[in-house]
């Protein structure tokens, strides 16, 4: 790492392939939009030999960025894998969007990596929702490294940079966060700038220029080694720190010259362990290079110090029915246990399904079974099919590079697997499994949708189920009290990707209408009423008489009914009928159309006639008696009551508690949720909280988060209720 210098380029048009997983790394990108990912991905392909400079002019478009709603926003919308090969390993780059609406691609890609590249501009620092990445990532282990971009900004310093990195992720150890190279600095150009144009190793102290467009390692220059002591001796102490021999530091405390292929070695060890995070800089070849700045540095480390898939933990499975099974090793001699992290739809072949094989060999034509459980409240049933997969390869940008097997560690594209869902377990049809699942956020922007016309109509269920399908963070709702068709999701730029989706690939055009909350209706006070139905038009005639009472219950309680009938004023065989009409009429409101709850119904007197009563009939004048009643006294409305739990870096805590309040919000408690962070609990009405995941957001500068819970109905103040039945009325 640092000391070599040659890069096996890999072969275009063909798919890297790997023998064994220890020729495998499996790298995820981090960085916030904007910090430079998908042009680092390039770069590395560029200087891999992936993929050549004239290759890609042809080609168009950006290796990971190749959809075209990527191409109209400008940004990542999707998890992508790049295969790129060097010295003789495949590396699995996993390119994921920085955008905050995006973070289930994020997860997806973290669940199929080992190791993660954290990317920070040198423009714009680290943001919170990135340090938030990284400590889920160091909870469970995973080893990290960074990577400094756009160095060549305004005002942009490494040193300075490397300093926040070392606040920021460093916590209580900040020699776990160190550089390895340091940059330096080219010809002053006439407008000033003085642009990066090679690195000096700390360890080799050899120079790196890429100046020409290519490394060329070289001697330093005399001034160049005492600029460098200082941090040299603080990476090497920070090394040995880390290294699992113990006898490392009295030898350096002794003054003993410590061998740099020692030090190199326990440097990646102390990497692939998760406990030291090196700091690189990167950026792309300039016009006509091949090599950008840092990226041969960056191979080096991702080949030598990131860990094989053999040295991470699978996670653990059981059978489809919960039962335990032993731990998986990363063997593809071992049972088939693969999970599906991506699923696309490709107008020539089909639904795509990107698999992470954690043990066993994936081979075409195969058949395999698929399981997806634990997601039902999401929209998604559980099920468990056998199915036969179709092609096998490797994605490269927008193009699929035939495979004939997966192994155990790699990453790969199964065509026609026509039931699976992302999140979905693949394994062998006679041995079935079913891995944990990984944690995916909460979808928490509801956006009520309709079709555009007839012609969308009939295609939107299809398209809804489709899409769903492909992303588990989007949750599809049939609300029964509103008959609205509700897609939540994890903010306004992933509302507009799925509509985007829907119209382009699945040729269903709609349209966001209002959100409408479960509202219902129930008594203000006490009310009598009549209900008479009675016809005569020949023949059998239709006649019934009912007399209610209609009293207001306590929250929770439903529709009671009561029968006080005496004498046989309505006979026993109509008492049901009366008591189904007056529930029928509940289920559908008495004032703008919301279900009435909380009421007992006493029925106390009524009439029927011997030839003409029916059960129809006291049905309907059992609905007739209770629209009477509720022409006597004022109706409520009730409104769904949700208990948010927000969870904020302590400095926001004080704009979160007013902001809740600004919306009706009762705070019910605050407690401290680790190193400066707090969880607010309150209980706001579930009307003011649509665009939560958005305001919440801003609010919090990217790095709140919060949960929703339902606790119950309570009366809506007369001011909006009022406001609530006027719209109710006009829409009559």
């Known amino acids: 790492m640092g000391e070599k210098t040659s890069a096996h380029p890999g072969a275009a048009g063909r798919a890297v392939t790997a023998a064994q997983p220890s020729s495998i790394r499996n790298v995820v990108l981090v960085g916030h939009s904007g910090s430079g990912k998908t042009t680092l991905v390039e770069a590395l392909a560029l200087a891999s030999g992936a993929v050549n400079r004239a290759g890609r002019v042809e080609d168009g478009g ?32 996993l390119d994921t969007p920085g955008y905050a609406d995006f973070v289930g691609e994020l997860r997806a890609g973290l669940r199929a990596a080992d190791a993660a590249l954290f990317i920070v501009s040198a423009a714009d620092g680290v943001d919170g929702a990135t340090r938030m990445v990284w400590e889920e990532c160091a909870a469970v282990g995973m080893p990290r490294a960074l990577v400094v971009t756009h160095l060549d900004a305004a005002r942009a310093d490494f040193d300075e940079m490397t300093a926040i990195c070392q606040r920021v992720f460093g916590g209580d150890d900040p020699d776990a966060v160190l ?19 090679g690195l000096i190793g700390l360890l080799s102290q ?14 330093p220059d005399p001034e160049h080694l005492p600029l460098i002591e200082e941090a040299r001796n603080r990476l090497i102490e920070g090394i040995i720190a880390e290294s699992e ?35 690189l800089a990167a950026a792309p070849a300039h016009e006509g290079g091949t090599q950008g700045l840092g990226t ?92 036969r997969i179709g092609a096998l390869s490797s994605p490269f940008g927008k193009h699929q590079r035939p495979l004939t097997e997966a192994l155990a560690g790699d990453i790969a594209c199964v065509a026609k697997l026509s039931r699976a ?147 046989g004023a309505v006979p026993r065989q109509f008492i049901p009928s009366v008591e189904k009409g007056v529930r029928a009429q509940a289920a559908k409101g008495v ?56 969870m904020v870096g302590d400095e926001y805590v004080g704009p979160v508690m007013s902001d809740l309040s600004g919306r009706r919000g009762r705070v019910v408690g605050t407690e401290q949720a680790g190193f400066g962070r707090t969880l ?28 929703r819970t339902y606790v119950r109905h309570e009366p809506m103040p007369p001011q909006i209720a009022t406001k609530i039945q006027e719209q109710e009325e006009n829409k009559g």
């Open 62 to 93: 950006c290796l990971s960025d190749y959809d075209e709603i990527e191409h109209r926003q400008q940004r990542s919308v999707q998890l992508s894998l790049v295969p790129v090969e060097f010295n003789g390993i495949k590396i699995n780059v």
């Open 179 to 197: 550089p390895l190279y340091l940059p330096l600095h080219g010809e002053e150009q006439p407008d000033g700038h003085t642009p990066v144009a």
């Open 591 to 646: 004032a703008t159309g919301y279900p009435l709850v909380d009421i007992r119904i006493t029925l106390h007197d009524g009439k029927a006639h011997s030839v003409d009563s029916s059960d129809a009939a006291f049905q309907t004048a059992g609905a007739l008696a209770l629209r009477e009643a509720a022409t006597q006294v004022r109706i409520h409305l009730l409104e769904p009551v949700a208990e948010l739990q927000v």
């Open 421 to 567: 869902e992302t999140g979905d377990t693949v394994s062998a049809k006679d041995d079935p499994l079913l891995m944990e699942p990984w944690l995916m956020p909460d979808p928490l922007l509801p956006v009520a949708i309709q079709a555009h016309s007839k012609h969308d109509e009939d295609k939107l269920s299809q398209g809804l189920s489709r899409l769903v399908a492909e992303d588990p963070t989007m949750k599809l709702e049939q609300n029964q009290d509103t008959g609205q068709v509700v897609l939540w999701c994890l903010g306004e730029a992933h509302v507009d990707v799925a509509l985007e989706r829907l119209r382009t690939r699945y040729g269903v055009a709609v349209d966001a209408v209002p959100h409408r909350v479960s509202l219902r209706e129930t008594f203000g006070g006490k009310a009598t009423a009549r209900g008479r139905h009675v016809k005569q038009s020949g023949g059998h005639g239709q006649y019934a008489i009912c007399e209610i009472e209609v009293e207001p219950l306590p929250g929770g309680s439903g529709i009671e009914f009561v029968d006080k009938v005496v004498g």
């Open 245 to 279: 021999d113990e006898t490392l530091m009295d030898r350096y405390l002794g003054g003993e010259d410590l061998d740099i292929k020692t030090l190199i070695e326990d440097l990646e060890k102390a990497v692939a362990r998760g406990v030291f995070h090196p700091v």
């Open 206 to 219: 050899r120079v790196f220029d890429y100046t020409s467009g290519a490394r060329v390692e070289r001697e």
């Open 296 to 387: 041969i540095e960056l191979l080096e480390l991702i080949t030598g110090g990131f860990p094989t898939p053999e040295e991470r933990e699978i996670p653990a499975v059981t059978t489809p029915q919960g039962a335990p099974r032993p731990p998986l090793t990363c063997d593809p001699d071992g049972p088939l246990a693969a999970e599906v992290v991506k699923t696309s739809s490709d107008a020539y072949v089909g639904r795509l399904s990107l698999i992470r094989i954690f043990s066993g060999t994936l081979r075409p034509d195969a058949t395999v079974h698929v399981s997806g459980h634990g997601m039902e409240d999401r929209g998604h049933e559980d099920h468990d099919v056998d199915e």
């Open 680 to 707: 607010v609990r309150a209980e706001v009405p579930e009307i003011e909280i649509g665009r939560y995941a958005v305001d919440l957001r801003s609010l919090s500068h990217g790095t709140g988060r919060f949960g």
